[in-house]
C-alpha cells in the first residue's frame, strides 16, 4: 500500500553524498604536498649598524677607558686588527693562498687581545667592498667565539 502517492517518497528521502572521491583525493594530495614542501631554516645574525647621524663632534665623550677595536678584511686575504690602544700592536695577517684567509691566526690575535683587555666585548669590522659575504659571517663567528658578542660594521 503507497500511502505518499507516486513520486512523493523520493522527494523527502535524503540525499546521500559520496565522499569516496573526495576522500581519495586527499589521501593522495597530502603526502605529495609534504613531501614537495620545503622547510627553510632562517638564521639571524645581531648586527650594530652605524645611525646616520653623523661623526660630529657634538654628543657625550667616550669613557677614559673606550678602546675600539677594528678588523680590517681586505680582498686580497689580509686580516689587519687595530686598536686605539697602544698598549697592544699586532701584525698583518696575510693570505695562505688564493681567496685562502688566516682564520687560525686572527683566532690567536682575538685570544691575545681578549687577556690583555678581558672587559672588551665590542669590535668594529671593516671589510672591502669586494669582499666575499661568506668571509665577512665567518669572521663574525670566530668573534663572537672568542666573547667579542658586539659586532659593528663601518
Do not use: H
Not at 24 to 29: Q, R
Amino acid at each position: 500500500m503507497n500511502l505518499y502517492g507516486k513520486g512523493e517518497r523520493r522527494k523527502n528521502e535524503a540525499a546521500e553524498v559520496e565522499m569516496t572521491a573526495v576522500m581519495n583525493i586527499f589521501l593522495v594530495l597530502i603526502p605529495f604536498l609534504l613531501l614537495t614542501a620545503v622547510f627553510v631554516r632562517i638564521a639571524v645574525l645581531q648586527v650594530s649598524l652605524p645611525t646616520g647621524s653623523g661623526g660630529g663632534g657634538g654628543g657625550t665623550p667616550p669613557p677614559q677607558n673606550a678602546v675600539l677595536v677594528i678588523l680590517v678584511i681586505t680582498e686580497d686575504g689580509k686580516f689587519q686588527l687595530q686598536t686605539t690602544t697602544s698598549q697592544i700592536q699586532f701584525d698583518a695577517l696575510y693570505s695562505l693562498g688564493e681567496n685562502k684567509y688566516d682564520f687560525d691566526g686572527l683566532v690567536n690575535q682575538l685570544k691575545r687581545l681578549k687577556t690583555e683587555l678581558p672587559w672588551l666585548e665590542d669590535i668594529i669590522l671593516r671589510p672591502e667592498e669586494t669582499v666575499k659575504y661568506e668571509v665577512v659571517v665567518k669572521v663574525m663567528d670566530r668573534c663572537r667565539e672568542e666573547g667579542f658578542p658586539n659586532i659593528s660594521f663601518a
